[in-house]
C-alpha cells in the first residue's frame, strides 16, 4: 500500500513517471529491511547452535537438498506461492487503473481515487488479522492442511473476482480484497513454519545440519524462478496490445480491451493455476507433528550417542 501514497508524492511535471518516488522508496523500504537484519544479526541467537565451517564451493553440495524429498515438496510449494504474489503485487493496481476504474483513472489523468491503495491496505492487513487463526488451525490439524485451507479461500476469492465489473461498488472490491488476504495469509504463512522441520529432515538423511544450504538454494531457485515468471507474464501481456509507459511521452491513461482482459484473466486465474499446482504437492507432505517430534527425538538420541 506505502508505494501508492510515496511515489505520487514525488510526481512532478518533469518526472511523470515518478522515478523520484521509487528512489525514495527504495531507499526508505531497504533502510527498514536492512535495520531488521541487523538488529536480528546482533541480538537474536540460533535454538540449535551448528558449529562453523569453511568449506570451497562445490555444486554437489550446494543441490544436494534437493535429494531429500521434503525439501522438493518445501520448495515446490514455496515458488508456487511466490509466483501467484509476484504476479499479484505487479498487476494488482494495473488492474484496478486500466481495467476496475479504466475510466475514471482517464478521466482524472492518471488518478483512480482511493480504491487501489485502500484494497491493498486491507488485502496485507487481513494476513495479519488472520494470523491467529491459521496459527490455532495448524494446532488442531496440520501445516499442509493450513497451506490448503488458505489456497483454497485464494483461489475461491480470485474466481469470484471475474464476476466483478467496472460497474461494481468499491465495498465490493474491498471485501474480495480482505478475503483474498485472508486465504494468502494461510498459504504465505505456512510454507515459513515448514523451514525448520525440513532441516530436521535433511540432519536426519545426511548427518549434518547445513540450514545455509537449505536456505541458500531455495532463495537462489525461488528469485530465479519469479524473475522468469514475472517476465513471462508481462511478455504475454505485450502481446495483447498492452501499452507501456515511456519518460518523456504523454502518459498513458488507458489499454486495448484486448490488454484489459488479460490483466483481469492473469489476476483471477493465477492463484488457481500456481495454487492449485501447491494444493497438489502439499498432499505429499509427510512431516506432520508427530513425524516432526520423530525426527527431533532421532536428533536427540544420535548426539547424545556422540
Not at 158 to 179: E, N
Not at 220 to 242: P, R, Y
Request: glycine letters at 10%.
Amino acid at each position: 500500500a506505502l508505494p501508492g501514497m510515496i511515489v505520487p508524492a514525488y510526481n512532478t511535471a518533469g518526472d511523470p513517471l515518478g522515478k523520484r518516488g521509487y528512489i525514495v522508496m527504495s531507499l526508505l523500504f531497504g533502510g527498514v529491511f536492512a535495520l531488521c537484519l541487523l538488529v536480528t544479526a546482533l541480538f537474536a541467537r540460533e535454538t540449535i547452535q551448528t558449529p562453523p565451517r569453511r568449506d570451497k564451493f562445490s555444486l554437489s553440495d550446494f543441490i544436494r537438498p534437493l535429494k531429500l524429498p521434503a525439501f522438493r515438496q518445501y520448495m515446490g510449494m514455496q515458488m508456487c506461492l511466490s509466483f501467484a504474489m509476484a504476479i499479484m503485487s505487479s498487476l494488482f493496481f494495473m488492474y484496478i487503473n486500466f481495467y476496475l476504474r479504466a475510466n475514471l483513472y482517464a478521466a482524472n489523468g492518471g488518478d483512480a481515487g482511493m480504491l487501489g491503495l485502500i484494497s491493498a491496505a486491507l488485502m496485507f492487513a487481513m494476513q495479519i488479522v488472520a494470523l491467529p487463526f491459521y496459527l490455532w488451525f495448524i494446532g488442531k490439524t496440520s501445516k499442509a492442511a493450513a497451506y490448503r485451507l488458505g489456497s483454497v479461500i485464494w483461489i475461491v476469492t480470485a474466481l469470484v473476482m471475474l464476476a466483478v465489473t467496472p460497474s461494481a461498488p468499491d465495498w465490493v472490491v474491498y471485501l474480495m480484497a480482505a478475503l483474498m488476504g485472508f486465504g494468502i495469509s494461510g498459504a504465505g504463512l505456512t510454507p515459513h513454519t515448514m523451514f525448520g522441520d525440513v532441516n530436521d529432515a535433511g540432519e536426519v538423511a545426511f548427518g549434518v545440519r547445513t540450514e545455509g544450504a537449505f536456505g541458500g538454494l531455495m532463495n537462489f531457485i525461488n528469485k530465479v524462478a519469479q524473475a522468469v515468471g514475472i517476465a513471462l507474464v508481462f511478455a504475454a501481456l505485450g502481446l495483447t496490445g498492452f501499452v507501456e509507459q515511456v519518460e518523456g511521452e504523454v502518459l498513458v491513461l488507458s489499454q486495448p480491451p484486448a490488454a484489459q482482459l488479460a490483466l483481469k484473466l492473469t489476476l483471477c486465474l493465477a492463484p488457481l493455476v500456481f495454487m492449485g499446482v501447491g494444493i497438489w504437492i502439499s498432499t505429499r507432505y509427510k512431516i506432520n507433528r508427530e513425524k516432526q517430534a520423530e525426527l527431533a527425538e532421532t536428533i536427540r538420541l544420535r548426539k547424545e550417542q556422540s
